[in-house]
């Protein structure tokens, strides 16, 4: 596995030199497309828009555009805006990850220790795993501030990034129902309806099943056979009443 960050981790005047890795893959197919007329792969080329022809990578540099003039930036930029930020991911603050709303969360990284850092990665990671917090650290990966939670998985220290506030939108434009019209007795019955499908959280159990099912089509159509066509069925409730819709779903599980 290549790595895609090499730098250090500090935390006070605790160095580590480590590096990223790609903690997650995704389970969905790799699907191409095609002319269907000729089944020809289709690719996409990069293409001057002031001379209509496809430009070679060598040739393709990042610009912003300012004042309607394009500023041309070069890697050595990039690191000279603040060159610790490259190089460093400091850890200065400690919270509980609880108090992290999920919706912050993207993706994670595995962080390795160089073996001249295996004893300072070690002491980071048992500390974290004792204190019960995680590390906040933000520093600067493929030319963007990332803002990142530090925490330990069994023996690897794992790096996920996370958004800044001003990256989640805000919900003020939605018409959305208030408290008061939430019932009693309702709230009671939904809460026995939760507690019924309460269950200790296993990852493990959850699996890709759309992607296993298109490939199972996939290799039907490759030998010829005509997949068979699942139908969705939608059950639709008899009452209209909130209430009695809570108690068909109880009973529903009880029967199961």
Do not use: C
Not at 47 to 62: F, L, Q, Y
Not at 79 to 97: A, R, S, Y
């Amino acid at each position: 596995m290549k790595a895609i960050w090499k730098g250090s981790i500090s935390f006070g005047l605790v160095n580590i030199p480590v590096k990223l890795y790609s903690a997650t893959q995704s389970s969905s197919l790799d699907l191409d497309m095609i002319d269907k007329r000729d089944m020809g792969k289709i690719h996409f080329q990069r293409v001057n828009e002031n001379t209509g022809k496809e430009v070679k990578w060598e040739n393709i540099a990042k610009a912003y555009k300012l004042n309607d003039e394009y500023i041309e930036l070069d890697a050595a930029d990039f690191d000279e805006v603040l060159p610790e930020k490259t190089k460093v991911i400091e850890v200065n603050n400690f919270v509980k990850e609880s108090e992290i709303d999920t919706i912050f969360f993207e993706n994670s990284y595995y962080v390795e220790p160089e073996k001249s850092g295996e004893k300072a990665y070690a002491l980071l990671r048992e500390a974290l795993e004792k204190s019960g917090k995680v590390g906040i650290a933000q520093f600067v990966m493929r030319s963007s501030e990332t803002l990142t939670v530090l925490k330990p998985k069994g023996n690897v220290l794992v790096l996920s990034k996370i958004r800044f506030a001003e990256e989640v939108r805000s919900t003020e434009e939605f018409a959305l129902p208030p408290k008061s019209e939430v019932k009693p007795a309702e709230l009671k019955m939904a809460m026995t309806l939760i507690n019924q499908f309460s269950t200790p959280f296993k990852i493990e159990k959850f699996k890709d099943e759309y992607a296993a099912g298109l490939l199972k089509l996939i290799k039907a159509k490759a030998a010829g056979k005509r997949p068979k066509i699942r139908k969705l069925k939608v059950v639709h409730s008899k009452s209209q009443d909130l209430m009695e819709q809570l108690k068909a779903s109880l009973s529903k599980q009880k029967a199961s």
